[in-house]
């Protein structure tokens, strides 16, 4: 009897801390439970009594949730942060799949400006300077559960870029957002270039 009890033991503890965590964070939510006729209110702290700075309508979708704090989530709206109860969010599992990247997946930075976005089976690059495609994109990940931790790589005509994705504290330093995925990313060619960012998978709640 005590050698079952403690295989049990041995079992539970030996279980990796993905096996029971529904997400990891960014990802997207859904609203759900909020009635048609009203919305669900985003709040400039996480306390029911805290200001009202913006609102989600009832059939919402594709909300980006950075981090949670109790049973509020944090969200980029107007430029911003702000806080939404959980309670009304339905968490998306569609959202990091194996060795592929959300469809809303962008990474930009600054000093200098940029950005890349995936387009075509490829990354798109863009400085105010201009543009350019780099194609045969590849995405790695982890291999762990539901993590967004990614690598991109891909080709293009000065040689090879690949970006590193990181689910941590980000900030651009241009706005009061916050995100939840820094890049560093790394360009070959005749004078290779490194630049650091911040990464999203939705645009900012809200109107």
Known sequence: MLKAVLLCLLTAVALPAWATQEYILPTLFDVHGVAADDVLNIRERPDAGSPIIGSLAPDATGIEIIETE?????????????????????????????????????CGGNEPFWMIEPRDGGLMWWTPEGEMFYDDLTVLDTG??????????????????????????CNDGMSDMRYGLDAIVVRDGETPRLSTGCCWIARPAGP
Do not use: C, H, K
């Open 70 to 106: 109790g049973n509020w989530g944090l969200l980029n709206t107007n430029e911003r942060t702000g806080w939404v109860s959980m309670r009304y969010l339905r968490y998306r599992t569609d959202v990091w799949q194996d060795d592929a990247v959300p469809a809303g997946l962008r």
């Open 144 to 169: 762990v559960f539901r993590s967004p931790r990614r690598a991109l790589l891909a080709s293009g005509p000065e040689g090879r870029l690949t970006a590193s994705i990181t689910n941590a504290a």
